[in-house]
């Protein structure tokens, strides 16, 4: 791994920001094509790939399982699969970037297999939890040796005699339940898998596109049940990757907050478990409109068009949180230009992501000018009404959203506004400077 040298990135106030921001492939969608393509036998093919540092770490762990995977055009990818129980062991560590969703996904699709690997990780990712998904999947007999804490960098050993179970996730992360159900494809007979929580579903989606048998049955409390029989084998797919509505969010706010802009994002993921934000975003009176809603590749798409809007501050509901998990940190600066409070609860998780993200916004916001109060499990910020006063450099902590979003509130602040570290920002949306700049975006 190279050693890190951060790259500071200043956003200045802007004047208004007009056109079509097109988006890059959703990142959740394109790390779970590339591994299920590597759990099956034949030729799979995937057009829309993110080809951001995260999912390219997957592709990589991915080809040392085994998988033959090629690029053929931009966006445009091949992956020759070995089945499920098909697998090699990888010769070297596994390293995995940045990335929490590849880590903890293709543990659960290795863990049924009777091969080892050692996972480890930048040093955002060697400091996230992964015992989340260890523990259960010892359940299935794999077993694991990590670092005191269950922190990379750890070995998985896969086993030979792989038994289905029966198992509620009580955290509410997709990326535990995806580990499970992708576990799950190696174990004889049903597993089967509840959670209260509606976290994203795209690996049962996709699941059913690459031939298993998922069904998924509503529970009393709100949560679901999902049963994956094992020991199956998969039909190569085509998947035609949606654009990613977690990075549509930078430019969406961007329009919202700075004065006079239209933007348009064309196809984006419009999942029901993804769109959070933009619920909360009309709750906070923004002017978005959603058209030309259509399906495609087993997926809702459609296109945005956002317009300057006075925001004013909201309570949003905790139980909103699972479909929105990524966009908190920009939520907080639409927020912090509303007039009024707006209040944050329920958001735990947000201390595990790439960095402390509650931590990480209310020290941002206040460096900003913004009063905030951090709470153990969310915060209420104070919004000014447009007028952030900014003069600040923030922390970003190797979080590639926390990066994002400061800049976004740079573009409407009264004074720039200094990331401390850019880099982080390719591994999901390398593009987001040319991409804000082609709308207007001042930068330097
Ligand atoms: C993801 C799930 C979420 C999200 C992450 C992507 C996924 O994480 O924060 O960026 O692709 O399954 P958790 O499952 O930890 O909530």
Known sequence: MSPFSPVPFT??????????????????????????????????RISGLLEAEDVLQTAQAMRQFGAEISQTAPGDWQVWGRGVGGWR????????????TGARLAMGAMATTPISAVFTGDESLRRRPMKRVLEPLTKFGATYEARDGGLMPLTVYGTDRPICIDYEVTVASAQVKSAL???????????????????????????????????????????????????????????????????????????????????????????????????????????????????SGGEEIGDLIARHSQLHGVVVPPERAPSMIDEY????IAAANASGRTVMRG??????????RLSAIANGLRACGIQVDELEDGMIIHGCAGEVPGNATIATH???????????AG?????PITADDSSMISTSFPEFETIMRSIGAKFS
């Not at 039909?235 to 004065?259: C, E, G, K």
């Not at 190797?398 to 976004?408: E, G, K, N, V, Y």
């Not at 573009?411 to 004074?415: E, I, N, P, V």
């Open 11 to 44: 956003a200045h106030r802007s004047g208004s920001l007009l056109g079509v921001a097109a988006i890059p492939g959703d990142k959740s969608i394109s790390h779970r094509a590339l591994i299920l393509g590597a759990l099956t036998v034949g030729e799979t």
């Open 89 to 100: 062991a990888p010769d070297a560590e596994l390293d995995f970037g940045n990335s929490g």
């Open 181 to 295: 159900l992708l576990a799950a494809l190696g174990a004889p007979g049903v597993t089967r898998i509840t959670q209260e929580a509606l976290t994203r579903d795209h690996t049962e989606r996709m699941l059913q596109a690459f031939g298993a048998e998922v069904s998924i049955e509503p529970l009393d409390n709100g949560g679901e049940r999902i049963c994956v029989m094992g020991e199956v084998e998969l039909w190569p797919a085509r998947i035609a990757v949606p654009r990613d509505p977690s990075s549509a969010a930078f430019p969406l706010v961007a329009a919202l907050i700075v004065p006079e802009s239209e933007v348009s994002i064309p196809d984006v993921l419009l999942n029901p478990r993804r769109i959070g934000l933009i619920d909360t975003l009309l709750e906070m009176g923004a002017d978005i409109s959603i058209v030309n809603r259509r399906e």
């Open 329 to 332: 940190p920009i939520l907080a």
């Open 347 to 356: 958001l735990e998780e947000l201390r595990v992501k790439e960095s402390d």
């Open 398 to 408: 190797m979080d590639h959203r926390i990066a994002m979003s400061f800049l976004i």
């Open 411 to 415: 573009l409407a602040s009264r004074a």
